[in-house]
């Protein structure tokens, strides 16, 4: 049924919640001629209501402000005519509501319109709250649950608030008491009210309602409980009537559920009718009661109770008898002794007797044992109480000795560690020595158990056996003489692997190295928690590659086990795989500079990148600003200086540059639109020959002016003009600067006449290519020179031209092919791809660069292209493969290095260095030439300001400071001068200063060759600035000096040979010797270092070191014992030593002693070896 609601109308409106910002208004007509200011209110709000059926709502005006009202004007929010309403009427919280025809009122309100007349804010609309009254609960009995039933027959409603009249509630409440359990005015909670509508338009409305809760009390009386099922236990004759009563099969009738009940006998009594043996008789129960955790909500029917039990004869035990051992005989016979038996067990007042006449003894069974039973059979109980007794068997023990036997044949299997020290046997062989007859008897190996000495991996173990026993009818009739044995066997490591190693991404740092995570690293096949782990102490991780990109593979490596168990296992592999990013680094553009311009009418701007670097950037990475999209706009198209320029479009380009990310895709700069000036045309420069000066020849016949605006009277005056090189040096399209122009006419006072240059040749003289070389006729088609701004430095970069080459190869005349290039850069570079390089090889043709300040010099041979490829795959085409042959000015770090170099060698760069490169490229990899296996030619051009005789030698400089001598001479070519550098690596050579006078040379016979040798740090002196030259020398220091005197790169790792150690001073030396084929060790791999070395032990490393410069090709064929024959001890020169001794003799690298003997034997001095060496290397042509 319904409740109708019967309560009056209460409205309350309170509180409103913030508004929001409102929106713009219209000026009004009045104002419309000048431009109002505009002002905004905040603060202004609508007050929460309680529901009453419509939307009107109330204005909170006291956190209404005005926003932008100048300071002093009179100018205020009206409140006339401001009206606001909620959305719809329906409660709810944060309700829309919007506030109407808000305006200005004030003595200034004509200088502001507001931004709108309205705003929109929220507030909340309460609900209107029933309650209903009259309502009683009815008691009831327990029933295990707090539902209770609701008398409704003097129910009313009342309502806090507005209500509609077709509003009701439904009479559905639901009554929950307290708690299930009984008692008396308990409490009861009415819920569950729903609201109703008696139309379809009120029903829509039941959501602005809702109904209180309604607490009453009412009762919950125990309900009645009945016990059934006890029983009483039976017992033994014990001379009295107490029971013993069980209430496990107890029922209770009447309980509710699963309620926690249960029979109470803690105070209950329970006694038979009488006390003698027999079976029914009554027990009497009194004194029960409930327990368990819902006893109060139950009242017993009753406290008593009846029950059957039996009281069985008490049985009774004869002790004092004694079993008497025997022997196995196959009988169960058996013979007891009854000195002192009695009862036990006897009633005190009972009287009883035993009668032997019917006995009977014997043992259990006829087999062995110790303790076996023996019964006597037979006796009887008499006496007048016999009948509450009976006589339990009667029994004793004794022994049948069984007979003993021994194992033998069980042998261990081996296993895989499995951590465990148990292993398996093999019974195949075993045997029981000692059985009898066909006894059913065998070795019982269900719980013979085999067990290594420790779990450990190892071979020969020894296994202990254990649990041996024997099985079978009559293997009760035996014992064995041991239950152990002995055997040997083997446990093998176990094979486990890794998994769970994880490598973590990276920001992209130029390298492949990758960090390794362990944390989620696992040994798979681990046996329970043995001590074994992984080893991450040589694990590596390396990254396919160091380019950025996501799930990149990388490779680990170094992996080991440790641990007290590891010796127990192995690893599946030492090597695992996972994947990690590499992501972009990000670098920042700086040093974009906006350059100044004419006025043109427009913003655009132009920019300059030669001071543009990337900060950021890892070691040499190939990558640079990609300047093709960026553009700089003026802040505006006006003239003026220091105008603000924005530049946008930066990108990033480079073989690198997928390994960055660029900070900001924009940049700032500033420059000056300067007025117009006016150009100068038509003025050419002569080209001419090198003559030391930087005079030209100009042509003024078609000067002209360009950029006048108009018909302005301008003219230009040529008459004084002159022309200049920029500098001496010889080039093609060399910058020529005229100077004394002018500007004549009435108007030329609005101009400014820019400086006039052009461009001539001055040409260069040739380098004589060599006796019997071919030089390409000129063609300057054959490469195509580019000259960039790269990172503040000029790169050119001349790139050959593969259809010329081939036509110049094609008309068998070119075998010196020459590239000048006329460009004046910092680094120049010269580009060619693999199939011009093979075509070169083909001819056997030899390749020589140009520039400026240097040349290089290979034949194409040397690249090996085909070696250089190799690791790319044969199927890869030399037409895709780039050479890059570079000749640079070292890089500022590099400078930096140099000049430590110098004060660390107390020597002096005469002239700046120079960087000779070559890489082989393909599809972003790159290699690096940097070895040949013959001397290559460069010349570095000396500077007019330098003297020639102030060159000693020219160096290598390492990027580690290292500096080592390269075979050097000074030649002059058309009155120019330049150090000729032959060398067998690339690298940076910088010509130096080093003149050296060792003070124990003055009158010595070798003074000029070991003072040359010591300024070209070939050998050094022994302190004090000496140079002991008659002290003999050893092995290792002559291999020393050589390897200097060759210019050979110094190589490290381990050592060809027994006795030289990786830590030894000379090892470096003794290896790249050892790498050149200069030496080798004697029949036990030792090279003897520290011995002195002989004179042909010396000339035979010299004959080895003259295949390497070349000049045993230049030396004829002439028998060994012809060159020798005129040496008075020619024969005590060993077998093994006459053909280098004759090529030393031959080169004219030894000539004898003064007694014109080779003195073979003798021991090398250190005079000789600076004499011997310089000798080399003049007769090599390499000094």
Do not use: C
Request: aromatic letters at 6%.
């Amino acid at each position: 049924m319904k409740l109708f609601v019967a309560a009056a109308i209460l409205l309350t409106l309170v509180g409103v919640t913030a508004g929001s910002r409102i929106g713009p208004f219209a000026p009004d007509a009045a104002n419309a001629a000048a431009p109002l200011t505009q002002v905004t209110i905040s603060g202004l709000k609508v007050a929460d209501k309680n529901y009453d059926g419509n939307t009107s709502a109330t204005i909170d005006w006291s956190g209404a402000t005005l926003g932008g009202v100048t300071p002093g004007d009179s100018v205020s929010i009206n409140h006339a005519g401001v009206t606001a309403a909620f959305a719809d009427l329906n409660a709810g919280a944060n309700k829309p509501a919007t506030i109407s025809g808000l305006s200005l009122s004030g003595a200034d309100a004509g200088k502001y319109a507001l931004d709108s007349s309205t705003m929109n804010v929220t507030a909340t609309i309460n609900k209107t709250v029933f309650t209903v009254n009259g309502l009683v609960v009815n008691n009831k009995t327990y029933d295990g649950t707090t539902s209770g039933s609701i008398d409704y027959s003097h129910a009313v409603v009342s309502a806090n608030g507005y209500f509609d009249a077709d509003i009701g509630v439904y009479a559905n409440g639901i009554a929950a008491f307290s708690d299930k359990n009984a008692g008396n005015g308990k409490q009861v909670t009415i819920t569950g009210f729903t609201v109703g509508g008696r139309t379809d338009a009120a029903s829509l409305l039941v959501g602005n309602y809702i109904v209180n809760p309604v607490t009453l009390t009412a009762d919950i009386t125990p309900k009645a409980l009945t016990i059934d099922g006890i029983t009483a236990t039976n017992k033994t004759y014990d001379g009295t009537t107490a029971a013993t009563i069980n209430v496990g099969a107890a029922t209770l009738t009447g309980k509710v559920g699963s309620d926690d009940l249960r029979v109470d006998v803690s105070a209950s009594t329970a006694d038979f009718a009488g006390v003698d043996a027999g079976n029914g008789q009554i027990v009497v129960i009194n004194g029960l009661a409930i327990g368990g955790t819902d006893k109060n909500n139950y009242a017993l029917t009753s406290t008593s109770a009846y029950a059957l039990a039996n009281i069985t004869p008490k049985p009774l035990t004869l002790t004092g008898l004694a079993g008497i051992d025997k022997v196995y005989d196959g009988t169960t016979g058996a013979q007891v002794s009854y000195g002192g038996i009695q009862f036990t067990g006897v009633i005190i007042s009972d009287f009883l007797t035993l009668n032997f006449a019917n006995q009977n003894v014997a043992f259990s069974d006829k087999n062995a044992g110790n303790g076996k039973l023996i019964t006597v059979t037979g006796l009887a109980i008499t006496g007048p109480d016999a009948a509450n007794y009976t006589l339990n068997p009667v029994t004793a023990t004794a022994n049948i000795m069984p007979k003993q036997l021994s194992v033998t044949g069980i042998t261990a299997n081996d296993k895989t560690y499995d951590g465990d020290a148990g292993t398996t046997l093999d019974f195949s062989a075993a045997n029981l020595t000692g059985k009898v007859g066909t006894d059913d008897v065998s070795l019982d190996t269900a719980a013979v158990t085999g067990a290594f000495a420790n779990k450990d991996a190892g071979n020969g173990k020894s296994v202990a056996i254990s649990g041996l026993a024997l099985k079978g009818a009559a293997s009760g009739n035996y014992t064995l003489s041991s239950t152990t044995a002995a055997a040997t066997a083997d446990i093998m490591p176990k094979t486990i692997s890794v998994t769970g190693i994880a490598a973590n991404d990276k920001i992209y740092d130029g390298e492949t190295t990758a960090m390794l995570d362990f944390s989620a690293a696992s040994l798979t096949g681990k046996v329970g928690t043995d001590d074994v782990s992984l080893d991450t102490a040589a694990v590596t991780g390396t990254f396919s590659d160091e380019d950025a990109a996501a799930g990149k593979s990388v490779a680990i490596s170094g992996l080991a086990l440790k641990g007290a168990a590891g010796g127990n296992y192995t690893l599946s592999s030492t090597t695992a795989a996972a994947t990690a990013d590499i992501t972009p680094k990000q670098v920042s553009v700086t040093g974009i500079t906006a350059d100044d311009k004419t006025y043109d009418g427009d913003a655009n701007a132009t920019l300059d990148f030669s001071a543009a670097s990337l900060t950021g950037k890892v070691g040499t990475d190939d990558v640079s600003l990609d300047t093709a999209s960026v553009t700089g706009t003026f802040s505006d198209r006006n003239s003026d200086t220091g105008k603000s320029v924005a530049i946008s479009g930066l990108a990033l380009s480079g073989a690198a540059s997928g390994n960055y990310t660029l900070a900001s895709a924009t940049a700032t700069a500033t420059a000056d639109i300067t007025p117009k000036p006016l150009a100068v045309t038509g003025i050419t420069a002569r080209n001419k020959t090198y003559d030391g000066k930087t005079t030209a020849k100009i042509d003024v016949g078609t000067a002209a002016l360009t950029g006048i605006v108009g018909t302005d009277d301008v003219g230009l005056d040529a008459s004084a003009a002159a022309g200049e090189f920029a500098d001496r040096k010889t080039g093609r399209g060399k910058t020529v600067t005229v100077s004394g122009l002018a500007l004549t006419g009435t108007d030329a006072g609005n101009y400014t006449l820019d400086p006039y240059t052009t461009t001539a040749n001055i040409n260069s003289v040739s380098v004589d290519p060599g006796p019997g070389q071919e030089v390409a006729p000129e063609n300057h088609d054959l490469w195509t020179e580019t000259t960039s701004q790269l990172d503040g430095n000029a790169v050119t970069t001349a790139t050959v031209n593969q259809t010329e080459l081939e036509a110049l190869l094609a008309e068998g005349q070119a075998r010196h092919i020459t590239i000048d290039v006329q460009a004046e850069s910092d680094d120049v570079r010269i580009v060619l791809n693999g199939q011009m390089i093979q075509m070169l090889n083909d001819n056997n043709a030899t390749l020589e660069i140009r520039t400026g300040r240097s040349t290089y010099t290979l034949n194409a041979q040397q690249l090996n292209i085909d070696q250089a490829v190799k690791q790319w795959g044969q199927s890869i085409s030399l037409q895709d493969v780039i050479v890059q042959i570079e000749l640079a000015s070292p890089s500022s770090e590099m400078l930096k290095v140099a000049e430590d170099a110098a004060v660390a060698g107390k020597f002096t760069v005469q002239v700046p260095p120079v960087e000779f490169a070559i890489h082989v490229d393909y599809e972003g990899a790159s290699v690096p030439v940097s070895s040949f296996s013959a001397y290559v030619k460069r010349t570095i051009a000396l500077p007019d300001d330098v003297d020639p005789a102030k060159i000693t030698t020219a160096v290598v400089i390492e990027t580690n400071g290292t500096v080592h001598h390269v075979p050097t001479k000074i030649v002059q070519v058309d009155g120019k001068f330049y150090a000729q550098i032959s060398s067998l690596t690339n690298s940076t050579y910088a010509v130096i200063w080093h003149p050296v006078a060792f003070s124990d040379m003055t009158a010595h016979w070798a003074k000029a060759a070991v003072n040359d040798m010591g300024s070209r740090m070939i050998i050094e002196g022994t302190g004090d600035g000496r140079f002991n030259p008659d002290g003999e020398i050893t092995r290792a220091e002559f291999l020393a000096i050589l390897v200097r005197g060759l210019g050979l790169k110094p190589t490290g790792g381990s050592s060809t040979f027994t006795d030289v150690k990786a830590t030894d001073w000379f090892a470096s030396a003794v290896n790249t010797a050892a790498a050149y084929q200069l030496v080798t060790g004697d029949k036990n791999g030792a090279f003897l270092p520290n011995d002195k070395i002989t004179r042909e032990q010396a000339m035979t490393i010299l004959s080895k070191a003259m295949k390497l410069t070349g000049l045993q090709n230049k030396l004829s064929d002439a028998a060994s014992d012809t060159v020798l024959h005129s040496y008075a001890d020619a024969a005590a020169v060993s077998a093994w030593a006459r053909s280098g001794v004759a090529d030393s003799v031959l080169a004219g690298i030894v000539t004898g002693k003064s007694n014109g003997k080779l003195a073979p034997k003798d021991h090398m001095t250190r005079a000789e070896t600076a004499t011997v060496i310089q000798r080399l290397l003049q007769q090599s042509d390499l000094i």
